[in-house]
């Protein structure tokens, strides 16, 4: 198969964000936030970017971070490292429905995303610039949504009724297929165990090597102990660097 465009990758996504527009959620889920609606401008921006040609390393996280791909559409998306590393800044809406706690601000955004300040800061130190970065590597992923309770708590796609996360992984699924299909990786890193199980079971077949490195939250206690020099030593067992 061909190496994959942009423009087919813009696209695929374009499917699956209308595919989990038209999901219903039942209580305790009582908001639901897509940025590759709201924030198309920037998501569309990046994929533009940096989801061309094939890669050899694709790393997958869960779903977006409050403060993070949720104001800037950008996965990780702290917004310092998209601004002024990835160079991504564009106009970002609102979604239908906001809760009051969780703003959607975009770039004007005060809050920082620790997991993406973590992951993006890392990559920014080992490979300088995002050109050298995305020549072999991509982030993306595994689920768009943002899920929110009453009270303004997340709610990770995980905690999710069988009957809800059915259908919303069978989109999700056939998402990271077409993603796998178009930039060819040799491998596919997990950014927390999430993650890199979904990748195994969605591409069960693939000829693909799997792993997983620690996810950057600060609610894990092993990540706040260093955790670039964890992650970055996981990828040299995995002999990725």
Known sequence: MAKGSSMQMIKATQRLS??????????????????????????KR?????????????FMGMNPGPFGMAQTGVPFGEIDHVRDWLGINEVVDFPKKTHPKRPIEGFA?????????RLWGAFKQRFGSPDVFFKENYVTNYCPLVFMEASGKNRTPDKMPAAELDPLYALCDTFLRELIDLMQPEWIIGVGAFAENRAREALKGYDLQF???????PASPAAN????????????LLSIW
């Not at 527009?21 to 609606?37: A, G, H, I, Q, R």
């Not at 990046?46 to 694709?58: E, N, P």
Request: charged share 25%.
């Open 225 to 236: 102990r260093g955790w670039a020099e964890q992650a970055e030593k996981q990828l040299r």
């Open 18 to 43: 209308d595919g989990v527009d038209k999901m219903k959620f039942s209580p305790p889920t009582e908001f639901v936030y897509n940025p590759l609606n709201y924030a198309w401008a920037p998501h």
């Open 46 to 58: 990046y994929l533009s970017k940096y989801a061309t040609g094939q890669k050899r390393v694709v």
């Open 109 to 117: 955004c005060t809050r920082s995303e620790v997991s993406g300040r």
């Open 211 to 217: 792993g997983r490195i620690l996810h950057p939250s």
